[in-house]
């Protein structure tokens, strides 16, 4: 199971910090990825970040304003959005996958367990 928290409304150039927390299946996997989807839109890979070494990956828009962390003892992770422009509105939804494969991180197919979404709005 997957729980996230921490959306909601935000004045642009701010800063929100959403967390999920993983507990039973979807905690006993590989990596956890930040998702986002915008009305009529696909659903992009936002960030990423692997249980064990904590390696990471960011989406293209999203580099150096987003910060995805993970805290192991508590099996949380945590992404902390700054500089937020408009376009950053959408629902975003954690998941999990036991896929290893380096070219599979953002491919939300590839992800089998997925928390309920949490929307963020950036206003201006």
């Known amino acids: 199971q997957l729980q996230a928290c921490g959306g909601g409304v935000v004045q642009v150039g701010g800063s929100l910090r959403l967390s999920c927390a993983a507990s039973?299946?979807?905690?006993?996997?590989?990596?956890m990825g930040w998702f986002r989807q915008a009305p009529g839109k696909e659903r992009e890979f936002v960030a990423g970040i692997t249980w064990r070494g904590g390696s990471t990956r960011y989406g293209d828009s999203v580099k150096g304003r987003f910060t995805i962390s993970r805290d192991n003892t508590k099996s949380i992770v945590t992404l902390q959005m700054a500089s937020l422009k408009p376009e950053d509105t959408a629902v975003y939804y954690c998941?999990?996958?036991?896929?290893?494969?380096?070219?599979?991180?953002?491919?939300?197919?590839?992800?089998?367990?997925w928390g309920q979404g949490t929307q963020v709005t950036v206003s201006s």
């Open positions: 998941a999990t996958t036991t896929n290893p494969d380096s070219n599979s991180w953002i491919y939300p197919n590839l992800y089998p367990y």
């Open positions: 039973g299946r979807a905690a006993s996997t590989y990596r």
